[in-house]
């Protein structure tokens, strides 16, 4: 493979890295953005403001969706394009998509390839614009890893669906203006045959919400509730019924966006950096022979990552939607944040628990909320248990454990 750039790359380069660096610095000046990624999910209410305004600017200047073809407003940009694109904005620790990420990563995608024109048309623009805000209605108290089991209802009458149930964990519900709801609409048909997907105005009456706190004490989440939610039949994606394979394209845009996202490698420069301030067993850390061969093992798997980052913009890119292997990139990613992470939390020993607004704090109390908050993306978008099920029996072939 040949990684080296034409004139027109590194000109796209050099235009990006400054466009991100000034625009970065003049919205979020120091509102308090973690330069190793921040989670749309612990933003606060100043903090989305920004990101909205970050948000706005990046699809003016036409950045905000780079893989997507321009028919729909994207750039249609080229595989190094998007790679360029993803290493500048992961080495500032910015946000990819902007403040829509899952709209623009997963819920856009899925329309582009099964919604109606109609569809198309009424949505996908204001995805872009950030004018819409999108969050995704999957999981329910009893149907996480078995997506399956969901049992929120929809019933047709006349041209409306009448929604009843509850959702939980919905990230950025309060603040999404829509959300793609999966539903059960035959409840006599073998479970993965009886579920349809909507698209819901999250204004419609009838769906209140309860913040749920999460252990870093954010309340980014919620659980939803559906009482007679009214939704037009025409927001209806794909078939009535045929909605199991409308939630895997957008589950498998999840998990690339998933394992392509992670500044996890900003943080493990991060980590480097800090074993040269920090004492372990009583010499400099960055001399102990255990810590380098950590921060080298990791070092590795991050420029691991990076290239499969690439593979994978290759397959998008000849127009393959991702498949099951799309589960390798999150699995790893997020288990390598997660293991880089607690060892932040083995350099910096009993420090590395202070909150921030201790006086005695160290490194700002940023790797305590790291160290929090990355168990949560082992989690989301299906457990890294369930990834492996994946790779066991859909890529590898193993019989079913
Ligand atoms: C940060 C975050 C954001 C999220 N955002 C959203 C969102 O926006 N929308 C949404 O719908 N959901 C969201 N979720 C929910 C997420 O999709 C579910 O938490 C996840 O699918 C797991 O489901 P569960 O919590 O019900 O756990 P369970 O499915 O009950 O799993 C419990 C444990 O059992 C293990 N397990 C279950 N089945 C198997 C099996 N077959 N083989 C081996 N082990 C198994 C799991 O790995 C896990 O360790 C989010 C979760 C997190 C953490």
Same mark, same amino acid.
């Given at each position: 493979m040949d990684f080296a750039l034409t004139t027109d790359q590194e000109r796209f380069r050099r235009d990006l890295r400054t466009w991100l660096e000034t625009t970065s610095l003049e919205v979020f000046g120091r509102v308090g953005l973690d330069p190793a990624g921040t989670s749309l999910l612990d933003v606060d209410d100043r903090q989305w403001e920004r990101l909205l305004e970050y948000h706005r600017r990046l699809h003016r200047a036409g950045y905000v969706a780079l893989h997507w073809p321009k028919e729909w407003g994207g750039a249609g940009?080229?595989? +190094? @394009?998007? $790679?360029?694109?993803?290493?500048? +904005?992961?080495?500032?620790?910015?946000?990819? #998509?902007?403040?829509?990420?899952?709209?623009?990563? &997963?819920?856009g995608p899925t329309l582009i390839l099964m919604g109606s024109d109609e569809q198309r048309r009424r949505y996908l623009s204001p995805m872009l614009s950030g004018d819409e805000i999108w969050c995704q209605g999957y999981s329910e108290p009893n149907a996480g890893s078995d997506l399956a089991s969901l049992t929120t209802r929809a019933v047709l009458e006349g041209d409306h669906f009448v929604v009843n149930g509850q959702k939980v964990w919905t990230s950025i519900a309060n603040r999404a203006h829509y959300q793609v709801l999966l539903v059960r609409t035959d409840p006599a048909a073998p479970k993965h045959k009886g579920i349809s997907y %909507?698209? +819901?105005? *999250?204004?419609?009456?009838?769906i209140p919400m309860r913040p749920l706190r999460q252990i870093t =004490?954010? $309340?980014g989440f919620s659980e939803v509730f559906y009482d007679n939610v009214r939704v037009p039949r025409e927001n209806l994606v794909g078939e009535l019924n045929g909605g199991w394979q409308v939630s895997i394209a957008t589950l498998m845009y999840e998990r +690339?966006? =998933?394992?392509? &996202?992670?500044?996890?490698?900003? *943080?493990?420069? @991060?980590?480097? $950096?800090?074993?040269?301030?920090?004492?372990?067993?009583?010499i400099p850390a960055a001399q102990h022979p255990y810590v380098r061969q950590k %921060? $080298?093992?990791?070092?590795?798997?991050?420029?691991? !990552?990076? %290239?499969?980052? #690439? /593979?994978?913009?290759? /397959?998008?890119?000849?127009?393959?939607?991702?498949?099951?292997?799309?589960?390798? =990139?999150?699995?790893?990613?997020? @288990?390598?944040? !997660? /293991?880089?992470? *607690?060892f932040a939390d083995e350099l910096l020993g009993l420090d590395g628990n202070l909150a921030p607004d201790s006086p005695f704090v160290r490194e700002d109390g940023r790797w305590l909320r790291r160290t929090l908050g990355a168990r949560g993306y082992t989690v989301a978008a299906g457990t890294s248990e369930i990834q492996r099920n994946i790779i066991a029996e859909r890529v590898l072939g193993l019989p079913k454990g």
């Open positions: 940009a080229g595989p +190094v @394009e998007q $790679a360029i694109y993803q290493d500048e +904005v992961l080495r500032l620790g910015l946000p990819i #998509y902007g403040a829509n990420q899952l709209a623009i990563d &997963r819920i %909507l698209l +819901v105005d *999250m204004r419609t009456p009838g =004490g954010d $309340a +690339v966006s =998933g394992g392509s &996202r992670h500044p996890v490698a900003q *943080m493990i420069d @991060e980590l480097i $950096a800090l074993s040269t301030r920090a004492e372990f067993s009583g %921060l $080298a093992q990791f070092k590795i798997e991050a420029e691991c !990552l990076r %290239l499969s980052r #690439y /593979r994978t913009i290759t /397959r998008q890119l000849r127009g393959a939607i991702p498949g099951p292997e799309s589960s390798f =990139g999150k699995l790893f990613a997020t @288990e390598l944040n !997660l /293991r880089a992470a *607690m």
